[in-house]
């Protein structure tokens, strides 16, 4: 047993170390540069340069006019805010003619059916992008909010680094501890993905929902959304085929830069995972069943280490804590508290549970349900893009 125990010390204390090495590049967005040409010429007020922020919704009347006006605010930007109505059966779409009645800058388009082969979110920003005039393009979701000058500050990010695509992770205002290590838990399981993308490493790509700012010229030599029509992770994969045409991508902690409002709870993060974690490894149930199978492995080990009262043993069962050192780190890039990182280690089970809710929920109804349309296994695993 005590190789089984120094060996599993070992790898936490391998992962941990991991993890601090590639969180030297996971960063905060920088603040605008101060001085009257520090603004970047791509954003600079009154030139020609423009954004066009395309917001897919459905149902979101407790956040969409917030969300909108949050985008109307953008500083040194000039702006205009294209959201597709998907199928909305509350008010939303009474709420976005109102604004829109207001503001010429807001055009709402709606949509009254979803096309075959496509997912409804996929479509909805294929929609949005189309008409899109703006020479950066922002996909951002229903229900973030933005900070007011978030878009100027990614362009300012994006010139300093010659990048044509500028992601941001969604930042959670988490009601509890447990929800707090659970999202620290998603931004470590990142920070190499993060890492990767800024040190432009081979195949490095990564791109997240809640914002996604491309330059136009570069969406459209990826194919855009036409190429995504049928892929969960549509966020992600715009990232990879972004980088397959040869385009540069920064990525950093979005915090209360991009505000979103969902995940709130740790049993509400299970339901929003319920479609994504089996989706995020290409619905392959061998892959499932070996990380399942390791992970029980693991945690009979931690259990042995705890009860055999040897230095070894306790040295395997304590070193998850380990953890809590690079989480620590993210809570102060984030601004929350010490005992949010101490959460983490104890999430580990929670993830698990997680990922084994979402694959046993998309095996036995034979696909996901989102945005109330059904999609099968076979269609999705024929149009992922990979």
Known sequence: MFLFFGGTAAVFVAMTAHMLFHLRWVRRLPALASGPNSTPSDAREGSAVRC??????????????????????????????????????????????????????????????????WLGKCHACHVGAR??????????????????????????????DGADHITLTPGVTPEDLGAKGWHLGVLLSLADWISRVNRDRPKAHLGMGAFNLVRASGYKRTGGYEALRLTVLDDVRLGLLLRRAGLRTRAFVGGNDVECHWGTTVRSMIKVMEKNYFAALDYRLGVVLAGTVFMMLISTILILGLV???????????????????????????????????????????????????????????????????????????????
């Open 308 to 386: 055999s009262g040897t230095v070894m043993g306790l040295a395997a069962t304590f070193s998850p804590l380990l953890f809590i050192l690079p989480a620590g780190i993210l809570t102060r890039r984030l601004g929350w508290s010490w005992p949010s990182a101490v959460c983490l280690p104890f999430m580990f089970p929670v993830f698990l549970y997680s990922l084994l809710n979402s694959v046993c929920v998309a095996l036995s109804q034979g696909g996901i349900r989102w945005r109330d349309t059904f999609y099968s296994l076979e269609a999705l695993r024929a149009g992922n893009v990979r």
């Open 131 to 160: 008409s899109a005039t703006g020479d950066w393009i922002l996909f951002t979701d229903a229900d973030c909010w933005l900070e007011s000058d978030v878009i100027t500050r990614a362009l300012q990010a994006a010139e300093r």
């Open 52 to 117: 066009s922020i395309v917001i897919p919704a459905r149902n979101e009347e407790e956040r969409i006019e917030t969300t909108v006006r949050r985008a109307l605010a953008q500083q040194h930007i000039a702006v205009e805010v294209i959201v597709v109505d998907d199928r909305s059966t509350d008010r939303t779409s009474a709420i976005l003619d109102r604004l829109a009645a207001d503001e010429a800058r807001l055009r709402v388009t709606r949509i009254a059916a979803l096309p075959d082969g």
